[in-house]
């Protein structure tokens, strides 16, 4: 029988790629609770209905991406194909918006898309995220900009490169659609399938395509810029201007449009040109319109979410699995497997990093063994130590040895750790 394997688009993370993981959990937990954001937890699953709702009916997510299914009760449910939603429906379900406002929190887990599996593309993947919820002022969209920029820059993420641009009020997508629509038809036959379908459901969608025709087209297509109502650009222009406060460098965009439904006004995206296709880190924008939208007060938001996976492929690992041990046991007979296990719990509860031999291997080789594990001391125990009521300490970076008698044990942590 040939071995199972992991399914496709999903990955195993273990040493040393997960010293990279912890090191990512670490920094963004400290930028971001310095910014008053508290962790949040939501279930990896979801009413489906959820989904539908807020991401829209005609994106790629709702359309080819879920992993949608119906449990034992024939609930129809979706694992998590991103975080807004969820934390938006349990800031709704728990009436948070009770409290004062902004609610501010981050979120890092598993999301699942039913995605073509490439480098920085995974089926179960992994999202750093924020949600701002309750103020409509241009200092929050420029705090949350921020705040990605600060995770990649304490990440050493090189070649980082923002785009803004605003989606501006519903109707300006409605007319701007229009005027989309109205563009690109009189190029109808030039399009090709996939393209005349963007047309017909969602003609903003046109304005990310990858095909160059498509790209030529858009050269001289109206701009989205053009068709901002008087809030929306007021809106805009104070978020560059708070973003120019704080020397960050941005280009603006007309062309970046999200992928999920939901969006409006403020839309940005953070790329590293150190990745390769897959290179957008970060993206986000507002949402004003999806509380309401899902049954609860009216207040606007605002958040971001950046793919773990791809900040991996611009962190370099080290690639060495060393274990950097303080002390490695060494046992030879069985008297002293016991009164070395002992000692090795005795050495963890003083919080040194301990690790025992478990082979039956002549000292000389498992002292080999404690090098490779870059440990600083070894301790040797034999049947000789034993008779004489001893253990023998050995440094083994500047070859020193020292006997400890087996009533001073209490001495060896501190003799360790001064060393
Ligand atoms: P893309 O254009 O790369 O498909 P998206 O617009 O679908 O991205 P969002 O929904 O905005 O992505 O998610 C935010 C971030 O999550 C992305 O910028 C990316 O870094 C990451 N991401 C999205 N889908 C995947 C995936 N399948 N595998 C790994 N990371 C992903
Ligand atoms: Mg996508």
Not at 63 to 78: G, P
Not at 130 to 158: F, Q, T
Not at 206 to 221: F, G, H, P, R, V
Not at 315 to 320: G, R, S
Request: aromatic share 8%.
């Amino acid at each position: 029988m040939s071995p199972i394997k992991a399914p496709r688009g999903t990955k195993d993370t273990f040493s040393p790629e997960i010293n990279s993981w912890q090191l990512i959990e670490r920094i963004s937990s400290e930028v971001l609770e310095l910014a008053n954001y508290k962790e949040i937890r939501t279930p990896i699953f979801e009413h489906s209905e959820l989904y539908t709702k807020s991401l829209g009916q005609v994106t790629d997510v709702v359309q080819k991406e879920m992993y949608s299914f119906q449990d034992r009760s024939e609930r129809n449910l979706t694992l998590r194909p991103e975080g807004t939603a969820g934390v938006i429906r349990s800031f709704i379900e728990h009436k948070l918006y009770v409290n004062p406002l902004p609610y501010r929190v981050w979120y890092c887990g598993p999301m699942f898309r039913y995605e073509r599996p490439q480098a920085g593309r995974q089926r179960q993947f992994h999202q750093l995220g924020l949600e701002c919820i309750g103020i409509l002022d241009p200092r929050i969209d420029a705090e949350i900009i921020n705040l990605a920029l600060n995770v990649l820059e304490n990440l050493k993420i090189p070649n980082l490169s923002l785009e803004i641009n605003s989606l501006g009020s519903s109707e300006t997508r409605t007319y701007y659609k229009e005027a989309l629509y109205n563009y690109f038809n009189n190029y109808i036959s030039d399009l090709d399938t996939e393209s005349q379908m963007r047309l017909q459901n969602n003609p903003l969608r046109l304005l990310d395509s990858k095909d160059t025709k498509i790209k030529a087209l858009l050269e001289e297509a109206p701009s989205l810029l053009d068709f901002l109502d008087n809030d929306s650009q007021i809106h805009f222009n104070l978020v560059c201007q708070y973003l120019n406060s704080l020397s960050i460098r941005y280009t603006i965009n007309p062309l970046l449009v999200r992928g999920l439904d939901y969006y409006n006004k403020t839309t940005f995206e953070i790329k590293s040109s150190s990745l390769g296709s897959q290179d957008t880190l970060c993206g986000g924008g507002r949402y004003d319109g999806l509380i309401q939208s899902l049954g609860g007060p009216e207040l606007p938001a605002i958040g971001w979410a950046m793919g773990i996976e791809r900040l991996l492929l611009s962190i370099p690992t080290n690639n060495q699995n060393i274990a950097n041990l303080d002390c490695y046991i060494i046992t030879l007979g069985e008297k002293a497997k016991i009164l070395a296990f002992s000692i090795l719990n005795q050495l963890r509860n003083s919080n040194l990093k301990v690790d025992i031999s478990f082979y039956d291997s002549n000292i000389q080789k498992q002292i080999r063994r404690a090098n490779q594990l870059n440990a600083t001391t070894c301790i040797i125990i034999g049947d000789e130590e034993i008779q004489k009521e001893i253990v023998v300490l050995k440094w083994l970076k500047i070859q020193k040895q020292e006997e400890v008698s087996l009533n001073k044990l209490d001495n060896v942590a501190y003799k360790i750790l001064s060393s």
